[in-house]
């Protein structure tokens, strides 16, 4: 099939401008309107999504189990691992198909593919703050969980998820641009990745072979540092922020340097 010609012009140069910041407010709001503001129930279901989920871990373990491996409510541990794995999840797919779901948008001179992919950043980013506070307001509402917020290690646990969504997403778009099945390879891949984040059990309570393997993988890093600002006693001495961003700002400057590379290849092919 013969490539689409496009327009000949770059798309984003990366510097901040009126055009571009006008460009990025219009693609969130046409965003929220696509997303959200043509299902019933809009934004409601973004908040009944993840607390469905976590109530499910919830209710099933407290079958299993006689109290969560920290404090006494199932609700906010099971919370607060989730919400920020959650975050890296939707941010990572909401990312993955910006080319492929605003491809018309780009023929615009004033619109580029980084205005589309700060616009999906920046609207998952909102959301799931929002959803988060909801929830987590919510459980210590309902919940008797005598719990002391230190929002530091919190603020940064959803820092971190969105860097390491943000870059993983980038990635995923080059590669769902050339390989259009590889939507579906990481849906596969992904799948497992709750086991592994630590969601369901902290670090400490694995087999030492365990630990070994699974310290490599940064989710594992960011619920541990979660769960530091919502149980005083709990210190995740294992867990390293400087791991989590460096691995978080590889895959961003390799998703930067590819998407500037190869977004206009990969619209000629659609």
């Given amino acids: 099939m013969t490539p689409v010609a496009l327009p000949e012009r770059e798309i984003a140069n990366g510097k901040p401008s009126h055009g571009h910041l006008r460009a990025i407010l219009a693609l969130i709001l046409r965003e929220m309107g696509s997303r959200y503001g043509r299902n019933p129930g809009g934004y409601v279901w973004a908040v009944v999504e993840p607390l469905g989920m976590i109530f499910i871990l919830s209710l099933g373990f407290s079958l299993l189990l006689r ?14 691992g989730y919400l920020p794995y959650s975050l890296f999840q939707k941010n990572t797919r909401m ?23 700060a616009a999906r950043f920046i609207l998952s980013i909102l959301t799931e703050a929002l959803v988060a506070y909801l929830l987590l307001f919510g459980i210590l509402m309902v919940v008797d ?19 390491l969504g943000t870059g993983m997403g980038m990635l995923n778009c080059v590669f769902v641009g050339f390989v259009p099945v590889w939507q579906t390879i990481w849906g596969i891949i992904t799948r497992p990745m709750l086991l592994a984040s630590g969601v369901l059990y ?54 930067l340097m590819l998407m500037r590379r190869y977004h206009l290849d990969i619209l000629a092919r659609r």
Avoid at 202 to 208: A, K, T
Avoid at 236 to 247: C, E, K, L
Wanted: no cysteine; aromatic share 18%; net charge negative.
């Fill in 67 to 80: 109290s969560p491996p920290l404090g006494t409510s199932f609700l906010l541990f099971y919370a607060t």
């Fill in 145 to 163: 969980t005598k719990t002391v917020l230190d929002f530091g290690p919190i603020l940064l646990s959803f820092i971190l998820a969105a860097l």
């Fill in 202 to 255: 902290i670090y400490e309570d694995l087999p030492r072979a365990a630990q070994e393997i699974l310290w490599y993988f940064p989710l594992l890093h960011l619920t541990a540092i979660s769960r530091e600002g919502y149980y005083p006693i709990y210190e995740a001495d294992f867990a390293s922020v400087w791991y989590v961003t460096a691995v978080g700002m590889v895959l961003l400057v390799m998703g």
């Fill in 95 to 117: 990312i993955m198909m910006t080319l492929a779901q605003v491809r018309s948008l780009l023929y615009y001179p004033a619109v580029g593919w980084f205005d589309a992919v």
